[in-house]
């Protein structure tokens, strides 16, 4: 990874930060999101990584928030 | 990602027949092409961007680079290096059809490919608008402060890959599609089916309510009629005669109630031992046996088994084991390997190696209960005449005491007909009382569970709607925070090369949204920025929109200075330089004063001179020399045509 590619994924990662803190998902949906983030800015996930994270996404009839 | 421009070719594209611009080895940082008006700038820069991005001309445009109306067909080829790999993109033009054919070819896989062939993402990433912003135009130079609308926001996105995020989006949306393709996935079809399942629920519990209803009637109906019965008898046994051979049917009914009673437990007892019932399922059970006994013995069981035979001395049929049989054991006792639940079957072995049974006793009890639905019969009979005789006797009380017991007996009957209704459970019996989920309580309860699957599918398909479109909201939120980070930076960066550019002016790009929307201590409003400051801005702006991102890309620009007055022009010349790791520049010579000079003296620096000759033949020229002095015969030609 180049400087200028960390740059702007600290950036990105920063920005991933700030949303997860205000919405406070879960440890595992966070822990899923940041991951697939990078993997996403290096166009290296497969779909099953998005399924994954939708299924930790807040569950609104288990009665998440 | 590393991309840049090593050289291009034209043939038959416009005046130029035959030419080949070869920018060098090593390549120069910079590389200034001198083109005369008129003779190609433009078209080569609308060249390279079609080539760089897959956008169909329309037959219009193709035909705009013919030469002549003789020449069938033109090429353009695009040399460049993407990434340390070679790679020549080919425009073949067909004039007659008015269409485009494109092809790459790649060192590392030699040949030609039709289309175009660039890695994934840097071909994702040259869609016709961002190429403009690299394959710099002047007329968009004009008009950088307004770049199409969204063009600023979609450049950071694109550069920094912040649309790889906005892809997750749509691929989260395509997993749901998918999941949503035999279910439903609105509220309003959740509701539905909740409503069809809470009136399910509802005909299950009236069902139920019904049945204990009914269950109460046949119980006092029973009771009435019992306590009917009663007086009934008190009044036939008024009759002296009568009395005494009621007495007598009481009793036989006693007697015939007990034997029937004995009867019906004895053969219930037999009935546990299926042998017994009858020869023909007895037949069947020995059938059964014979085929368990060639199953295979369970696997766990028998790997224990065979381990502890093949270490015993002695086999259990009492030939001894010695090595080869032990090996031979060992080596067959895969091939006898069943599944699990030895247990299982060897009871069931046993039980039918067992159901040995004699067939007449219960042929016996069955002939018993016979005869005494038969007795049973007459006794009735016999009292129906008895009531019958005091009825013709005159007794008021009776009568009325018969009627009433009459109209019990048909209650009971409806009553014990609807429970039927109700409870039925084998399907020939439903049938036979036409039931349905709106009358039978076990088919209304199977309705429930379908109707509970059908709701849970839904849910399923709802929850994962919602998360979903959770998860598609914080992807947008990431987007839009991270763009908003990314915009400042480019704007802050801007604004930092504006003050070198254009010190003394107080320019500034107050917000980077849709738009450059432009802030200054001196001028009012956007109109009043000059076509020079324009440029600054735009060179500013797109100098500091690339230097951070993480692909490496050539900046193409015409005329670069051809607007700016002769200061601006040296802070351009001096800032651009630094801005790219390659620029190539397409200039007049009138340019030259200000900007192209400053490249003079840089070592990395190639001038190149196209032009075309009396004959109309077009050439390219290399060197600083033809460079400069091109400049100083189009001043003689402009004084002597003047």
């Known amino acids: ?65 | 990602m590393d991309l840049r421009i090593l050289g291009w070719t034209y043939k038959n594209i416009r005046g130029m027949r035959e030419l080949e611009v070869t920018l060098g080895s090593p390549l120069p940082r910079w590389s200034l092409i001198q083109m005369p008006n008129g003779t190609g700038k433009t078209t080569t820069l609308t060249l390279m961007r079609m080539a760089l991005a897959e956008e169909p001309p329309t037959p219009e445009q193709v035909r705009s680079f013919r030469p002549d109306e003789t020449t069938k067909g033109g090429e353009f080829n695009l040399r460049l290096r993407v990434d340390g790999e070679n790679v020549w993109l080919y425009l073949k033009f067909d004039y007659h059809t008015g269409s485009l054919s494109r092809f790459t070819s790649r060192t590392a896989q030699g040949g030609m490919e039709a289309g175009l062939r660039l890695k994934r993402p840097l071909q994702k990433m040259l869609t016709p608008t961002f190429t403009k912003l690299f394959v710099f135009d002047g007329e968009l130079a004009k008009s950088i402060r307004d770049i199409s609308k969204d063009e600023a926001a979609k450049a950071i996105s694109t550069l920094y890959r912040l649309d790889s995020i906005e892809r997750l989006e749509r691929v989260a949306g395509e997993i749901l599609r998918r999941d949503q393709t035999a279910n439903v996935s609105t509220d309003k079809g959740l509701s539905n089916l909740q409503g069809r399942l809470r009136n399910a629920l509802d005909q299950l519990e009236t069902l139920k309510s019904r049945k204990k209803e009914l269950e109460r009637q046949r119980a006092r109906l029973e009771k009435e009629m019992a306590a009917l019965q009663v007086r009934r008898d008190e009044r036939i046994s008024s009759s002296a005669n009568l009395k005494q051979r009621l007495e007598e049917v009481n009793a036989k009914r006693n007697d015939i109630a007990k034997l029937t009673f004995e009867a019906t437990e004895k053969l219930a007892q037999l009935g546990r031992n299926p042998a017994a019932v009858s020869a023909r399922l007895q037949d069947r059970l020995h059938d059964l046996s014979s085929r368990l006994q060639k199953l295979k013995l369970p696997r766990t069981t028998s790997v224990e088994f065979f381990r502890e035979l093949a270490l015993s001395a002695e086999c259990i049929c009492g030939r001894s084991i010695g090595p080869h049989e032990k090996e031979t054991i060992e080596r067959r006792a895969n091939e006898f390997l069943g599944e699990d639940q030895v247990g299982v079957i060897n009871a069931m072995k046993d039980a039918l190696r067992h159901s040995e049974a004699d067939t007449s006793a219960v042929r016996d009890l069955v002939d018993t209960l016979k005869s005494q639905l038969r007795a049973r019969q007459e006794v009735d009979n016999e009292y129906d005449l008895i009531v019958m005789e005091r009825h013709e006797q005159g007794d008021e009380e009776l009568d009325q005491i018969q009627r009433d017991l009459t109209d019990r007996a048909d209650k009971l009957r409806q009553a014990e007909r609807q429970l039927r209704v109700l409870t039925a459970s084998a399907k020939h019996e439903q049938d036979a009382l036409e039931c349905d989920e709106d009358n039978n309580i076990i088919l209304c309860d199977r309705h429930v569970r379908e109707r509970q699957a059908a709701l849970s599918d839904a849910t399923n398909t709802m929850r994962l709607q919602k998360q979903t479109e959770y998860v598609q909201e914080v992807l947008e939120q990431v987007v839009r925070v991270s763009s908003d980070q990314l915009r400042l930076r480019v704007q802050r960066a801007t604004n930092e090369k504006l003050k070198t550019i254009l010190p003394g002016e107080q320019l500034r790009v107050k917000e980077i949204g849709n738009s450059l929307l432009l802030h200054t201590d001196t001028l009012t409003s956007k109109e009043s920025v000059s076509e020079g400051q324009s440029l600054a801005v735009a060179y500013a702006f797109l100098a500091s929109l690339f230097e951070d991102a993480p692909y490496n890309l050539p900046f193409v620009v015409d005329s670069p200075a051809v607007s700016l007055d002769s200061k601006v022009r040296r802070e351009v010349a001096e800032l651009i330089p630094n801005l790219f790791g390659q620029a190539i520049f397409f200039v007049i010579s009138s340019e030259r004063d200000g900007f192209a000079e400053s490249f003079y003296d840089r070592p990395d620096a190639k001038f190149i001179t196209v032009q075309t000759d009396r004959n109309g033949k077009t050439t390219a020229q290399e060197g600083i020399t033809a460079f400069r002095s091109f400049h100083s015969k189009d001043d003689e030609s402009a004084r002597v045509t003047s």
């Open chain 1, 1 to 65: 990874m180049t400087s200028k590619d960390k740059d702007i994924a600290d950036e990105i990662a920063r920005a991933v930060e700030l949303v997860l803190t205000e919405r406070r998902p879960s440890k595992e949906f966070a822990n899923r999101f940041r991951q697939l983030i990078r993997n996403a800015v290096n166009d290296n996930y497969a779909d099953s990584d998005v399924r994954s994270l939708i299924d930790a996404a807040p569950d609104p009839y288990r009665g998440d928030k």
